[in-house]
DNA sequence: TCTTATGTTGTAAAGGATTACATATAAAAT
DNA sequence: ATTTTATATGTAATCCTTTACAACATAAGA
């Protein structure tokens, strides 16, 4: 079934059959019409493989990930095929499984395919494997290679504001004992947090304390075990701060099985704002990675690259404090933070009580949104 | 860069090339070695788009699933991904977004595409939409759509086991009293479970109390709203079987806000093993969709579907129970249920302790086994 | 009525691979 | 050495669209 059939059987050419199917506006409207009717009636699908390889293009975008069932990463993928659903576009996507190895193959497979343009969302990224794509002048774009910045298209995270509206939101409820859980040093996304966290501090006046720096895996275990190094302290910090939420879940763990109640005697927050933020108890206060955001300036970028090669400067993004339960004032009867006593006891039952409080003694502006299962503000500028 | 420029400075013909390319047998080894060193030289990349056309089939599978935000899908599209990488087949998805009418748009798409074979992952179908894949004889899989059985592909899930493993567990602690957090009755695989929960009741000779059936939606909110519901009850149940781990997490946080401690005053189980099972406090046991064994007979019924027409009996898969430690005995001093008097309390801080208890009292043999964040096992049979 | 401009349709040449068929070469059999 | 067979390579048709260009028809202007 092809155009040909189609075009014969309404009595017209080719070339006018493609132009019905293209919308190209010099047909009349009846021909028009008549050949819409002919192709319904065949039900003729045009043949995308023939249409491509005249036209050159595939519209069809390559998205590499890291693995699909980090849940980090479902957004960002649902964000960029929207987008390119509403240009015409498909995506294939691949992963490395975090092997930066593994990237040349998945980089070769979409070469391969033809794929127009490709971006690589992957945290880690070994430039040796992207040769394949650019010696075909293949747009690419990459996230947050800071050192791969003036060579190639990226989209940059600037990891201090959002660290920056944590601390001062934890100084806004009294606390300035702050604590924090990083994750691997080799790990470049984990340190540039840990730096963030630093320089956070140090603009808040407050003290960088080494012995409140835990470092550990990624993992809900990592964070629980790091937790239960920092309670184990003479002198424990009073708020803590994590690299991700998945730690931050153990964080919340190790309190809850310590005795240490979130948020009356430990503040806690996380970093990415995963859908599980949402549903921990108390729901999880955290920096939001603004995933859709991430997508939309990859997308928009890749576009531009199909038309230009000469590279602008890369977008940023800023992750934002969102604003939920496990963040509350630091609990009268430590003062200061020195010599905290922190009693045992359940968590809040009464989070909208906590909610007037904290409203009242923020410093930040707020605006409140339901969200899921819980109520969740997000910090405004 | 295309075949011919390769042919002419390999001073051989396309055919030559092309042979290479495709690893036919027909060609001595030194030619070939001399036209792979030239590909390499000119960093050749075949034309897909080209291939596709002349060879009818483009060895790409189409996916489509309800919603990729949906923690129920990643392990789904990696097996199926996993299975066609295998295979030289890349995977294009898209999602419906919960809408059946969308489902047209979907299918017409990756028509369009040409892909060779079409699995439809999503729970509700609308078998209009499949038109455009019949139409052109694609290779069709669904997912458990019984009233399509006999026509197309599927791959089934045959609920009652997991929910009998479920409740003969409870029993075996001692649960006689057993609720069920059912899901909207309109959505077929919702109703489905409610069913098979029923039924796993009733051969276990336990009484289907009306009363102690929450209906609610399938969202943590709406399983703590129906958790609430059911601890209000004056006779209430000592367990609760949930329709997804979603509205287990709902479950948990409305018993730990009444105080009611899990699993030493109420057991809960959910449904789905979604990654966030291991990552609740407690750790959540839960009935286990067998999301990749899925993945697995949905590719191969299609790699199937491409040579033959005829359809096979659909493969069946069978939920099983995780036990984790959201179950425990039944509190000694509710006797058989009656008058069940709950305290108030923290949760069990002794989970190994808690361990060896079940251990021995459960019925059904048990393996250990680590996974993420907590203690894991799976029921054998 | 005859140009000229405008809009509509048709013809045929790409686009880049695969592959049936023909042909040339080498190996084996006689 | 000659015929037969097997292997290696080349020629050219084919897959299905798109689109430059040509051709035609119609309407407008002179």
């Not at 975090?98 to 391969?112: A, F, K, S, T, W």
């Not at 993004?317 to 009867?333: D, E, F, H, K, N």
Request: hydrophobic share 40%; aromatic share 6%; glycine share 4%.
């Amino acid at each position: 079934m092809d155009i040909q059939q189609v075009a014969k059987r309404a009595k017209v050419s080719t070339a006018t059959v493609s132009r019905v199917l293209n919308r190209s506006s010099n047909v009349r409207e009846k021909t028009s019409a008549h050949v819409r009717r002919i192709i319904e009636e065949l039900n003729y699908v045009p043949n995308t493989n023939a249409r491509n390889l005249r036209v050159g293009r595939t519209r069809l975008f390559g998205l590499i990930i890291s693995d699909i069932n980090n849940p980090f990463f479902p957004e960002l993928i649902d964000a960029f095929e929207g987008l390119a659903a509403e240009q015409g576009i498909e995506v294939i996507f691949t992963h490395t499984n975090y092997d930066p190895r593994r990237l040349q193959n998945c980089v070769r497979r979409l070469v391969e395919r033809n794929v127009d343009a490709i971006a690589i969302m992957t945290s880690e990224v070994d430039e040796q494997a992207l040769q394949e794509a650019t010696k075909v002048q293949l747009p690419l774009v990459l996230l947050n290679q800071r050192s791969l910045q003036d060579k190639y298209r990226n989209v940059m995270v600037e990891y201090s504001r959002g660290f920056q509206e944590a601390v001062e939101h934890l100084r806004a409820l009294g606390h300035t004992a702050i604590g924090f859980i990083a994750g691997p040093s080799h790990l470049r996304s984990a340190q540039r947090r840990r730096e963030a966290f630093c320089l956070a501090l140090k603009r808040c006046s407050l003290e960088v304390c080494p012995e409140w720096i835990a470092t550990t895996d990624l993992r809900v275990e990592g964070g629980k075990i790091a937790m239960q190094q920092l309670l184990a302290l003479g002198h424990r910090p009073t708020a803590v701060v994590t690299t991700n939420d998945l730690m931050a879940v153990g964080a919340l763990q190790a309190a809850h099985l310590a005795g240490v109640s979130v948020p009356k005697d430990l503040s806690v927050i996380g970093f990415d704002d995963l859908p599980i933020a949402d549903m921990t108890f108390p729901a999880l206060t955290t920096i939001r990675l603004p995933r859709s955001e991430i997508a939309h300036h990859a997308f928009i970028s890749l576009l531009e690259g199909i038309r230009t090669t000469k590279v602008t400067p890369c977008p940023v993004v800023y992750p934002r404090l969102i604003i939920r339960q496990s963040t509350a004032p630091v609990a009268r009867t430590t003062g200061g933070s020195r010599e905290a006593k922190l009693s045992k006891g359940n968590f809040s039952r009464h989070p909208k009580t906590l909610f007037r409080t904290l409203k009242r003694r923020a410093s930040t502006q707020v605006e409140f949104h339901e969200r899921h299962a819980g109520l969740t503000r997000v910090a405004q500028k």
